[in-house]
């Protein structure tokens, strides 16, 4: 059992990663069962809600403000709501005035959304990387190694991250299962057309998808700012680039599928830079993705495309 | 259409207007307030602080909103007001912009907004859309709505005059291209901007067999510029292998790699296609930074023989007892012969591309991949088996990507990762799909313009790709097919007006 500890320090960090990145999975998954299409400014929506909560971080200092649990609250509040104003606003330029036109048109103005995101962060906020001192260290020694003394340690921000994504999962899910803009929500992914036919106000609903993915995105973000605290304009890219995979990986259009996309892509990654080598990983998640498109072309819990002539 | 329905009682258009304004107010600061109000800055060590700019922000909540609301007021009608200040502001701040960048004297005494010119360009850029929105507004009531039809069907007859066109403006357009390095504007800067657009417009016309013709989204089509390129830097490196003899090599790599990645994974459809597209884009970019022993890691390989005129190289000082292109010719040494040199072989390349292309659409595989692009159930049932008729037109797309490839690393000298990253999977295809798909012209179009735009605004370093990312988005949304939205099958059963009659089978 010797292998043990360190597997379970693995399993730990890849369930953390996999959080985050299921949180992001979620606002692509949410888009793609509504409108069809890949949202690829996603990533920098993401990215603006990590330099957001870093300002946030920053301002609660200058305000005094430092009691802990305030400054979280505060941080992913404030982050939440000013990213999902570019969630939305992204959704009104880029996407709205082409609903209905090719399927590649708005695949094209995402991309350049996303060019543009980056550049202007980049401008408002400068090039270098910005490091953010970590608010919430230390974590729970869980066990250690007979030999060598080695320690698993379950750390305090580890347990936030899980907690909280178990949480908005919850929340997320009776949002869409119980309130009218969830129904709202499912009725414009089965039929558009209909769903507005019978009084469903597709505009705002589909506003509302990118408003929630945004806020989703938001806290993802605002998470690496304090788990990883190093925020650069070009965060988003790769981070948005897995989110899709893990999305595509549970089958892109489920709820449940993006969460388990998300933490599956997690724990390969982590325990592919463990036994392995850490500079494959990424080609480790896309290998992965790639297989399991090949024998299950839908994901592992999306439905089945039924092909109409 | 429901005319005799009494409407309620509209709000006047000044409430609706400022009603619109506020909320823009809101939305502005709300963008605003953090990511431009405050600006981070990384101090020694690892402590963070901040500068505030919250005039920026204060001005960007009074402009936008202002601009909205007059955007408001032209579309419902009113005409003069909007177009008046709007065209006012914007020739003001634009003007003054302009200025700036020149670097006049005149610029800092003018009161702005902004002490960044491009920033007072951009807001004057708004002030163009409140103008047109009014100007939109003005011939939709004297020549009716514009409806998606209309719009739709005023595009296609655009596309179907170019397409008719491009038979006189081809050759015209090859002529032109020919001989600017002889006219007195194209210089060594010039050419070299022309050598970039062109090896886009050749990448373009390759991807264009494969989004294009065959209906297959690609977001790795990179890969197979990086393959090509890297074979070529191998070959070159470790063998000594000239460009001439890597050329056909080169290509014939990048096909292969097109098929070994496409065979696993043409079954899939539309967007799983995509995804898995990119995802061989990245793994390929991967392995080249890390295989350190092979590709060189991230430093990539240097000292790739560049490209030489059929065996005489373009060098100052030619090795002792071998003859380089000046001496050989007996002219006066000049980097400019190497330049004009590659723009003609990118120019051959491109157009040996789009002849492929041209001739491949009238052929059995041709017509396979335009009708597995409009219905895939429909050619399974006719016979076509389509994952090899995918898979060529992979191979066929890719081996283009290793020509330019080739010719990219034989004109650089170099190769790295960094060359080959997503973002120019993208480019390429927003060329593809800006020029409407399937349309040759409106790919050049499309490559000169996105290619080309950014190597004039060269000088704005800081907002070149702000200004490249917000034109494609606005190209996009001002016309969603394409700059020529061509995309009909080549050959109809009866002809169109006849013309086609010859190439319809008895």
């Given at each position: 059992m010797d292998w043990f500890p360190y597997f379970l320090q693995q399993l730990i960090n890849g369930l953390t990663l996999g959080s985050i990145y299921g949180l992001i999975a979620i606002g692509y998954t949410m888009v793609y069962g509504i409108i069809g299409m890949v949202n690829f400014a996603h990533g920098d929506v993401y990215m603006i809600g990590a330099f957001q909560a870093m300002i946030v971080l920053l301002l609660c200092g200058t305000l005094g403000i430092s009691w802990i649990p305030?400054?979280?609250?505060?941080?992913?509040?404030?982050?939440m709501v000013l990213t999902a104003a570019y969630g939305w606003t992204v959704e009104r330029i880029a996407y709205r005035p082409l609903r209905g036109t090719q399927r590649l048109a708005p695949l094209i103005t995402a991309i350049g959304m996303s060019i543009f995101l980056q550049n202007y962060v980049q401008l408002v906020q400068g090039p270098r990387p910005k490091p953010v001192e970590s608010l919430i260290s230390g974590g729970i020694p869980v066990m250690t190694r007979a030999?060598?003394?080695?320690?698993?340690?379950?750390?305090?921000?580890?347990?936030?991250?899980?907690?909280l994504t178990v949480a908005l999962m919850a929340g997320f899910t009776l949002v869409i299962t119980r309130t009218s803009l969830g129904r709202a929500q499912r009725a414009c992914e089965q039929d558009m057309k209909m769903a507005s036919l019978l009084g469903v106000n597709v505009d705002r609903t589909i506003s509302m998808t990118f408003v929630m993915g945004a806020g989703l995105a938001a806290i993802a973000g605002s998470m690496v700012t304090l788990y990883y605290g190093n925020n650069d304009f070009y965060m988003g890219f790769l981070a948005g680039i897995k989110a899709f995979t893990a999305a595509v990986l549970g089958g892109i259009g489920s709820l449940p599928g993006a969460m388990l996309g998300g933490i599956l892509l997690g724990l390969i990654e982590a325990m592919w830079s463990a036994y392995f080598s850490a500079e494959y990983k990424d080609v480790a998640a896309f290998g992965v993705l790639v297989l399991v498109l090949i024998f299950r072309p839908t994901g592992l819990l999306g439905r089945p495309e039924v092909e109409k002539v | 259409m429901s005319a005799n329905v009494a409407a309620p009682q509209a709000p006047s258009v000044f409430f609706q207007a400022a009603k619109e304004a506020f909320f823009t107010a809101i939305l502005v600061a709300m963008l605003s307030i953090l990511m431009v109000g405050y600006q981070t800055e990384v101090l020694q060590g690892q402590n963070m602080s901040y500068v505030t700019r919250f005039g920026d922000v204060m001005w960007a909540v009074i402009l936008v909103p202002v601009g909205r609301f007059l955007l408001v007021l032209g579309r419902s009608g009113m005409l003069w007001p909007p177009v008046v200040l709007a065209g006012a502001a914007t020739i003001y701040l634009f003007g003054a912009a302009v200025l700036g960048l020149l670097g006049l004297a005149i610029y800092p005494t003018l009161p702005l907004p902004y002490d960044q010119p491009m920033v007072n360009a951009i807001f004057a850029v708004g002030g163009l859309f409140v103008v047109a929105g009014a100007a939109r507004a003005r011939r939709d009531r004297t020549k009716g709505a514009q409806t998606f039809e209309k719009r739709e069907a005023a595009e296609a007859r655009q596309a179907h005059v170019a397409k008719n066109l491009s038979r006189i403006l081809g050759p015209i357009l090859i002529v032109v291209a020919l001989v600017i390095p002889w006219t007195p504007w194209g210089d060594r800067a010039l050419v070299d901007s022309l050598v970039l657009v062109m090896t886009y417009v050749m990448l373009g016309w390759g991807l264009n067999i494969v989004v294009g013709l065959a209906g297959l989204l690609d977001l790795g089509y990179v890969a197979f510029y990086a393959v090509g390129a890297y074979t070529y830097g191998k070959l070159s490196t470790s063998l000594g292998l000239t460009f001439w003899e890597s050329l056909p090599i080169a290509g014939a790599m990048a096909a292969l790699f097109g098929i070994i990645l496409g065979f696993p994974v043409l079954r899939l459809r539309g967007d799983y296609l995509a995804i898995v597209t990119l995802g061989f884009g990245e793994i390929i970019?991967?392995?080249?930074?890390?295989?350190?022993?092979?590709?060189?890691?991230?430093?990539?390989?240097?000292?790739?023989?560049?490209?030489?005129?059929f065996g005489l190289?373009?060098?100052?000082?030619?090795?002792?007892?071998?003859?380089?292109?000046?001496?050989?010719?007996?002219?006066?040494?000049s980097t400019t012969h190497r330049v004009v040199f590659l723009y003609y072989v990118i120019i051959a390349l491109a157009l040996i591309t789009n002849f492929v292309t041209i001739r491949l659409r009238?052929?059995?595989?041709?017509?396979?991949?335009?009708?597995?692009?409009?219905?895939?159930?429909?050619?399974?049932?006719?016979?076509?088996?389509?994952?090899?008729?995918?898979?060529?037109?992979?191979?066929?797309?890719?081996?283009?990507?290793?020509?330019?490839?080739?010719?990219?690393?034989?004109?650089?000298?170099?190769?790295?990762?960094?060359?080959?990253?997503?973002?120019?999977?993208?480019?390429?295809?927003?060329?593809?799909?800006?020029?409407?798909?399937?349309?040759?012209?409106?790919?050049a179009l499309a490559a000169l313009l996105l290619i080309g735009l950014p190597e004039v605004l060269r000088d704005l370093s800081l907002y070149r790709m702000l200004v490249f990312g917000g034109v494609m988005v606005l190209i996009m949304l001002w016309r969603p097919k394409g700059l020529l939205a061509y995309r009909e099958p080549t050959l109809l059963l009866h002809g169109r007006r006849g013309k086609k009659k010859a190439e319809v089978p008895a």
């Open positions: 305030l400054q979280l609250l505060l941080m992913l509040v404030v982050a030999e060598g003394g080695f320690v698993v340690t379950l750390g305090y921000m580890q347990i936030i991250i899980v907690l | 970019r991967i392995i080249l930074i890390n295989w350190q022993a092979f590709t060189g890691g991230p430093n990539g390989i240097g000292n790739i023989t560049r490209v030489d005129f190289p373009f060098e100052r000082n030619p090795a002792p007892g071998t003859e380089s292109f000046h001496t050989f010719f007996g002219i006066d040494f009238k052929m059995p595989i041709g017509r396979a991949w335009e009708a597995l692009r409009e219905d895939e159930t429909a050619c399974r049932a006719l016979g076509i088996n389509p994952t090899n008729t995918k898979l060529t037109a992979f191979a066929i797309g890719a081996m283009f990507a290793g020509f330019a490839g080739s010719f990219f690393a034989a004109r650089q000298g170099f190769v790295s990762p960094e060359s080959f990253t997503f973002i120019e999977s993208a480019v390429i295809l927003a060329i593809v799909v800006l020029g409407g798909m399937g349309s040759q012209v409106g790919v």
